[in-house]
């Protein structure tokens, strides 16, 4: 392996990173489609599908404290649950990546196409996943600089949006409240889950972070408060300023109808711009994650070694970036509707989370030496708290996206067996030629200590 990842992303670039990722593909593509299911409650709903990202976020803060190195989530279940439970945490990261970007580079291209009727959709989705896997392949120096730039671009729209709208809200577009009933507002709760998917990728990438140890879990409390207000003032300024029946029917672009009703014509043009960058970065962030998480699956030869490959001038894995804008690309082609890609993301965000709080549950025990190291330390009633708090929730979540659609349930049901009919294969062909998988991934690689104790250096 040529070279290898450098930690020189700054706790601002995380923030931009962690932001970026979780709103842009909810903010802008989703809510359209969830204020024509609920209703005037959207920004309730949004509100309480926090209330899990709270819990999540607990258990990530424990993890990043104790062991910020590239794929973390993936290497604690694999390393104090099991391998195959490993793999299958990693493979849902690997479906989530590819559906959201997906279910975003769709929105991108309808955004673009409203201006531009003349492109084709199709090559403009296809386009944006292309160019940020470019970026991503030129390095994180790279990454960062477009990110913040992108970031600081679509937070001033959503603002203006969301700020300014609250003095147009229409009081007859927000009642009844729950026009649809109660059975959609608390699909449509578990459905936004989706929108805090992306907490999760400063966990994934805490190999490349400066002072991890302190910056990871500080990135992940301000990201879920930027993001909560974001979240609250968007939708609620959003259900007040266009009537949720025509939202479903304008489909993506609605956000663009809503601010035309207090916006003049430059104001709509730079909002769109907003959402497009706030997409982008969703794209950009997404692609870095699922990067560095197929690279740890070659580190631990899950995959082909041909895999880790890092680009000697750029300090970027190359192949895997490669590999992760393939996948997307061919999820753009299957052009799904983004209920389906969103409801995908969430059985696999389940499966994550699930695993992963399990993981830290045991960390003190499995990995006692890891864990007295941690700069955030839980007492035994807040691990447990957080894991109830954790399994309860996502449980309950998981159940109500099999009700919402079994149909995808099915699908991804179906990824999961043949991927793990997949890892058995592997397993066995690696055996044959006298390396023991399982051996191998009970024991954190040379890898992944390197960036651990990296990680108790000040960068």
């Known amino acids: 392996m040529a070279g290898k990842l450098q930690r020189s992303l700054s706790l601002t670039g995380a923030i931009a990173l962690t932001v970026g990722f979780v709103v842009g593909g909810s903010i802008f593509v989703l809510i359209p489609t969830l204020l024509g299911m609920t209703g005037p409650s959207l920004w309730l709903a949004y509100l309480l599908s926090g209330i899990p990202a709270v819990f999540a976020a607990m258990y ?4 990043g404290g104790a062991m910020p190195v590239t794929g973390a989530n993936y290497i604690a279940v694999t390393r104090w649950i099991s391998p195959v439970a490993g793999f299958s945490t990693s493979l849902s ?3 989530a990546m590819v559906c959201t970007n997906c279910l975003v580079a769709w929105g991108f291209a309808e955004y673009l196409v409203s201006y531009f009727p003349r492109l084709p959709l199709m090559g403009c989705a296809v386009g944006v996943i292309m160019l940020f896997g470019l970026i991503n392949w ?3 120096k790279a990454f960062e600089k477009v990110q913040v730039l992108m970031l600081a671009v679509f937070i001033l729209a ?3 949006f969301g700020i300014g709208g609250l003095f147009n ?3 007859g577009f927000q009642t009844p409240m729950f026009p649809k009933g109660m059975g959609s507002f608390f699909t449509v709760v578990a459905i936004a889950s989706f929108s805090w998917a992306g907490v999760i990728a400063i966990v994934e990438v805490s190999g490349e972070v400066r002072n991890p140890k302190r910056n990871v879990p500080l990135t992940i409390i301000i990201s879920m408060v930027i993001i909560g207000f974001l979240y609250v003032i968007q939708t609620y300024t959003f259900s007040g300023t266009l009537l949720w029946r025509e939202s479903t029917e304008i489909g993506s672009t609605a956000v663009l109808k809503a601010a035309g009703s207090f916006l003049p014509e430059w104001g709509v ?3 769109a711009l907003g959402a497009l960058l706030a997409m982008a970065t969703t794209i950009n962030s997404m692609t870095l994650m699922g990067a560095r998480e197929t690279l740890v699956w070659s580190n631990d030869l899950v995959i082909p070694a041909f895999f880790q490959r890092i680009n000697p001038r750029f300090h970027t894995p190359e192949m895997t970036i490669l590999l992760m804008t393939v996948l997307s690309v061919i999820g753009v082609l299957f052009a799904a509707n983004i209920e389906k890609y969103a409801l995908m993301v969430i059985f696999a965000l389940m499966v994550i989370q699930i695993l992963g709080c399990t993981a830290v549950l045991r960390m003190p025990g ?6 007295v190291k941690a700069l955030f330390k839980f007492s035994p009633f807040w691990r447990w708290f957080t894991w109830i708090g954790c399994i309860v929730f996502f449980i309950g979540i998981f159940a109500f996206g099999i009700l919402a659609d079994y149909q995808t349930f ?7 067996l043949v991927s793990i009919a997949y890892w058995f294969a592997r397993k066995t062909y690696l055996q044959k030629n006298g390396i023991s998988l399982n051996e191998r991934l009970k024991a954190i690689t040379r890898e992944r200590l390197d960036e651990l104790e990296g990680a108790d250096m000040k960068n």
């Open 269 to 271: 043009g730079f909002i």
């Open 169 to 171: 809200i229409q009081p």
């Open 158 to 160: 959503m603002l203006i």
């Open 366 to 371: 499995k990995a006692p030496e890891i864990y």
């Open 410 to 416: 099915l699908v991804f049901l179906g990824i999961w």
């Open 60 to 63: 990530l803060m424990q993890l």
């Open 138 to 140: 030129l390095g994180v």
């Open 93 to 95: 990261v690997g479906v």
